[in-house]
């Protein structure tokens, strides 16, 4: 599972058009929109990296949409391809057997 944050800007005069555009499609929802900045917050829920980022593509066909912009992504390890583990923070997990000692 993927979890993605992301900020959508849009033409102020479409904000709530693109909104409600975004809240139809699967795996979206939008936490909050404001007009007067032409942005909308929103999250996506996806199977994978892959699948998330072609949600997040499709944004840019919306018309009003000018930009998309990760903010934070979440990722469980089956997702990495044999990549170390990340935290929710982002960071490198320590997924080695503690030793002995140093």
Request: cysteine-free; aromatic content about 2%; hydrophobic content about 35%.
């Amino acid at each position: 599972m993927t979890i993605s944050s992301l900020i959508v800007e849009t033409l102020p005069q479409r904000t709530a058009e693109v909104a409600r555009e975004l809240a139809a499609r699967e795996g979206v929802e939008v936490h909050g929109a404001d007009e007067s900045e032409g942005k909308v917050v929103v999250t996506i829920e996806a199977p994978g990296i892959e699948e998330s980022h072609g949600i997040a593509s499709g944004f840019i066909g919306i018309e009003g949409v000018r930009g998309v912009d990760l903010v934070y992504a979440n990722f469980e390890d089956e997702n990495l391809s044999g990549r170390p583990a990340e935290s929710e923070s982002g960071a490198l997990a320590d997924t080695s057997e503690a030793s002995g000692g140093e």
